[in-house]
């Protein structure tokens, strides 16, 4: 594959870049997953609450490909918390995508005032323990969230998956993340792609390299260690966006986006975001 692993803390290897599809409509899920995984891509992300793991389910079937070369993640959502919803959702998601296994199964949201995302992560632990998830994490969790999970459980999670761009670039969550080997995933890595791919600084590095401005975005994220997750149904963008490592950025470059930061959100701030 064009696309190296990460290597999780569990051993288990993760495509360091993926294919997200939130706000795709299952049909048009099964057409840009069927193009991803045709232009090279190996890591698919998608979520109950995303309403597609039966496309994508479908695509990873139909393109003929071994399971064991496609990595699937797929997420709780935070309706489900509670040890026994766990195991129910799962098994829905399993069923809905057709597989026996996924690879990463992730909390989506901590949803802290239902106080349950511990319980949540010990039905994770029974997954993980019995195969049918290969790892599993959390998503859009804060530091003090995983304090008390890994003071509450015994697999540290392998992947904290949150939004992180360069407008958001997650400073302190991703060195507390390296202090316990937990991977960062970086959700809308193209800050959705609102206005973040017209900034003067980016459009200058592109022009540099002779690349575009999503392309300078996602290596900037490679090189930083993130795994990496972009969304698009074009299939040009699709091919465009994969193609990211066959050049570098240099050290003027990262510091020049790394002077973008500007700690703002475009999703919900996980404190306190309890929709479901
Ligand atoms: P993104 O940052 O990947 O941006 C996607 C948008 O950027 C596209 O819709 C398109 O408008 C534009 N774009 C993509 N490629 C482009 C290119 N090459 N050139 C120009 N424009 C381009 O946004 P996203 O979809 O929010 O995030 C990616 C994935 O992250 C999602 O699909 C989902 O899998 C995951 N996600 C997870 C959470 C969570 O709570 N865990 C939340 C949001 C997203």
């Known amino acids: 594959s064009k696309v190296p692993p990460i290597i999780l803390n569990n051993g288990v290897e993760m495509p360091q870049l993926g294919f997200g599809v939130w706000q795709v409509p299952d049909d048009e899920a099964e057409r840009a997953v069927a193009t991803a995984l045709?232009?090279?891509?190996?890591?698919?992300?998608?979520?109950?609450?995303?309403?597609?793991?039966?496309?994508?389910?479908?695509?990873?079937?139909?393109?003929?490909?071994?399971?064991?070369?496609?990595?699937?993640?797929?997420?709780?959502?935070?309706g489900d918390h509670g040890y026994d919803a766990?195991?129910?959702?799962?098994?829905?998601?399993?069923?809905?995508?057709?597989?026996d296994y996924?690879?990463?199964?992730?909390?989506?949201?901590?949803?802290?005032?239902?106080?349950?995302?511990?319980?949540?992560?010990?039905?994770?632990?029974?997954l993980l323990a019995d195969g049918r998830a290969r790892a599993i994490g959390v998503s859009?969790?804060?530091?003090?969230?995983?304090?008390?999970?890994?003071?509450?459980?015994?697999?540290i999670p392998a992947v904290n998956q949150i939004e992180l761009h360069p407008h958001l670039q997650q400073r302190a969550a991703r060195e507390f993340h390296a202090e316990r080997g937990i991977a960062t995933e970086a959700w809308s890595p193209l800050g959705q792609g609102k206005g973040l791919l017209e900034v003067p600084a980016i459009v200058a590095i592109a022009q540099k390299h002779g690349r575009t401005p999503a392309q300078v975005v996602l290596r900037w994220h490679v090189q930083l260690g993130n795994i990496v997750i972009p969304k698009s149904v074009t299939p040009s963008r699709i091919k465009e966006n994969i193609e990211v490592f066959d050049f570098s950025l240099d050290d003027e470059d990262l510091a020049a986006i790394s002077a973008l930061n500007e700690d703002r959100r475009l999703g919900p701030d996980p404190a306190a975001f309890e929709v479901v």
């Not at 079937?61 to 959502?77: C, H, I, N, Q, Y």
């Not at 129910?88 to 597989?99: E, H, I, N, Q, V």
Request: charged share 25%; no cysteine.
């Open 86 to 99: 766990t195991l129910r959702a799962f098994d829905a998601s399993l069923a809905k995508l057709g597989l």
């Open 140 to 155: 859009n969790f804060l530091p003090e969230h995983l304090e008390r999970l890994i003071e509450e459980s015994s697999v």
């Open 38 to 78: 045709q232009a090279g891509y190996r890591s698919i992300d998608t979520a109950a609450i995303y309403g597609n793991e039966e496309g994508t389910g479908r695509a990873v079937a139909a393109s003929g490909l071994p399971r064991e070369d496609v990595f699937v993640t797929t997420k709780l959502w935070n």
């Open 102 to 126: 996924v690879d990463l199964y992730l909390i989506h949201w901590p949803m802290p005032s239902k106080g349950a995302y511990a319980d949540s992560y010990k039905a994770f632990e029974k």
